[in-house]
Nanobody, 124 residues
């Protein structure tokens, strides 16, 4: 019942920047947490950055100081600003959203959903 649409990926040179977006839509009652994960070929999916409803953020060590996760609550959208990109950042990036959706009989239930993924390639 929740749809996530990602955008912003592409090819960028080392040292460049990209901004990823993930917009959630559907019967959303509230969003409690949003996060970005990535998966490189032959590697497991890993958490990049997360933000919870209170605004607290966390980042994996390798992106601290370079990446910034932000949220627009009115638009149910999460962003990932990526600066000083290196080839090691090359991966498919996925957004993850957790929260509550409306349900019947009138009420809410938990949901977790993933975006379709957007490719980020850092290469000269």
């Amino acid at each position: 019942q929740v749809q996530l649409v990602e955008s912003g990926g592409g090819l960028v040179q080392p040292g460049g920047s990209l901004r990823l977006s993930c917009a959630a839509s559907g019967s959303i009652f509230s969003i409690n947490a949003m996060a970005w994960y990535r998966q490189a070929p032959g590697k497991e999916r890993e958490l990049v950055a997360g933000i919870i409803s209170g605004g607290r953020t966390n980042y994996r060590d390798s992106v601290k100081g370079r990446f910034t996760i932000t949220r627009d609550n009115a638009k149910n959208t999460v962003y990932l600003q990526m600066n000083s990109l290196s080839p090691e950042d090359t991966a498919v990036y996925y957004c993850n959203v957790k929260g509550l959706v409306t349900s019947t009989p009138p009420g809410v239930k938990f949901f977790e959903d993933w975006g379709q993924g957007t490719q980020v390639t850092v290469s000269s």
